[in-house]
């Protein structure tokens, strides 16, 4: 396998599809099939040499390292992700990760008025849910939408939902076990007529479906690194919209969300008056350095192409799967469907499981199957070879039921 890294075939492999020209700079690609991009984005090869930045950094200039740009990264770097997202230039904070991000948005809001209903949609990850859930001993009332499939998430009934009792209304652009695309600008339309707010978790979408925050009018948005955006673990971001930040004064905060850190008042905070006020203590600095390399390289690619080359990729996964008698639990509308396909075989977790012992990476959902994610460095091949091979081992297993 793995025929299009063998060096006489690549310029070929490249003219057909000039992103392949970045296989080189993702070293496990040269080994294994890599569909596994939800999940875990491939590291790039410069990202060692990133970790080595921030140890030679570090010994070398020891606690000068802060002043001379250690303090501005959660800043410096979240700019790297605004130009994903269609963010303006410092309205990204860099978190450790969403749960993070979510607790320090909801703990703006005092949820024992009358506006204390915080809407969430049936596919949104269950972290946050559970983050919510711990608000109600705060007086929030949280009500689910439900989705009627488990793989779909229908506008109507969460925008019905939406009344003068919500504050918070939380969705996630794309579905983590569907990759179902949800209309976040009309539930941001219908919040704000209601005089609520709206939460976008981008997590599953930034990086492969574009994303623009502020034609959306979104209030908040979350999302992490360690999926689309190649950025590895421990680096989350939190978008808020500039015109809110006056108003906005997180329970959930820290030092480094004063307006004078290093004066160490003690007392009640006074935020500061940028988008640091959404910070709290130290700031991650070593995933802040590793998470740079994936915000690059898409940028310089750009969400756009990277788009294109996945609708043609899932569709291709989809055909395929079909032809295979595979049941796929995708969308096969493109303007509702994320980067992942989903195909659901008998003892999926199993078949999993086989096909990481043939280096094929993959995973597992209960209710939905197996996710299959082609990124901007997957090769056509790759499709043929993982639908081929889970065939076969289904095929190869006692109760084979693919008709
Ligand atoms: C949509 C979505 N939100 C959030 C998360 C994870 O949140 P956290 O950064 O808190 O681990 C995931 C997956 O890990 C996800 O798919």
Known sequence: MNQYDNRSRVGYYIAMDPLLAWREEFPILAHTTYMISHSLGAMPRRTAERAREFTDTWAARGVRAWEEGWWEMPVTVGNLIASIIGAGEGEVVMQQNVSIAQSIVSSCFDWRGPRNKLITAGLNFPS????????ERQGACVVTVPSPDGFTMPLEPVLDAIDEQTRLVSVSHVAFRSSYVQDVAAIVARAHAMGA???????????????DVRAWNADFAVGGSVKWLCGG???????????????????????????????????AIRY????????NGTPNVPAL?????????????????IREKSLRQTARLMELAAAAGIRVNTCADPARRGGV????????????????????????????G????????????????TVREIRAIVESRPAAAIS
């Open 233 to 267: 673990p421990g680096a989350g971001y939190l978008y808020v919209r500039r015109d809110l930040w006056g108003s906005l004064e997180p329970a959930f905060t820290g030092w480094a969300a004063h307006e004078q850190p290093f004066a160490f008042e003690g007392g």
């Open 341 to 368: 396909v989903t195909l659901d075989v008998p003892d999926g977790y199993e078949v999993t499981k086989e096909l990481g012992r043939r280096q094929i990476l993959v995973d597992y959902r209960p209710q939905a």
């Open 370 to 385: 197996i996710r299959v994610a082609p990124h901007f460095y997957t090769a056509d091949e790759e499709l043929e070879h």
């Open 289 to 305: 350095y590793t998470a740079r390399s994936g915000y690059e390289i898409v940028n310089e690619i750009g969400v756009a192409a």
């Open 128 to 135: 946050n849910d559970y983050v919510y859930h711990g608000l």
């Open 272 to 279: 500061t008056g940028d988008a640091y006020r959404f910070l």
């Open 197 to 211: 707010m709206v939460i976008a978790d981008l997590y599953q979408s930034a990086g492969t479906v574009p994303v």
